[in-house]
């Protein structure tokens, strides 16, 4: 089964960018279908951003037009672009594969809800005002 670690968190103020990725191991990405979601203290897990095998994306309003969702299969490596952050945004990020034929909305549907698939044990971000 595939090994999912995230990397790129940190602190950054409101209006600022980070760039997360998450690098997957044990099992060739190619053929899952990657996302990301999120949880803050005290608030429901969110779906953030999602991209098929094939390539289709989906995002959650709150991040459509900041976030931008990428995948390098050579390099086995899924990656979040974040600009424009906001406070609301301060969650551990976490990344998710699953398999199967989906569309985008429903694969970060299922990841969102943890049914099934495999994600790693997440990266903190945190913006300030």
């Known amino acids: 089964q595939p090994r999912l670690a995230e990397s790129g968190g940190g602190s950054v103020q409101s209006g600022g960018s980070l760039r997360l990725s998450c690098l997957v191991s044990e099992y060739p990405m190619s053929g899952y279908n990657m996302g990301w979601f999120r949880q803050a203290p005290g608030k429901e897990r969110e779906g953030v951003a999602a991209i098929t095998n094939e390539g289709s994306t989906t995002y959650a309003d709150s991040v459509k037009d900041r976030f931008t969702i990428t995948r390098d299969n050579d390099k086995n490596t899924l990656s979040l672009q974040m600009n424009r952050l906001q406070t609301d945004d301060t969650a551990t990020y976490r990344c998710?594969?699953?398999?199967?034929?989906?569309?985008?909305?429903?694969?970060?549907?299922?990841?969102?809800?943890?049914?099934?698939?495999?994600w790693g044990r997440g990266t903190q971000v945190t913006v300030s005002s």
């Open positions: 998710a594969a699953i398999w199967g034929r989906l569309t985008a909305d429903r694969a970060l549907e299922m990841m969102t809800r943890g049914d099934s698939g495999y």
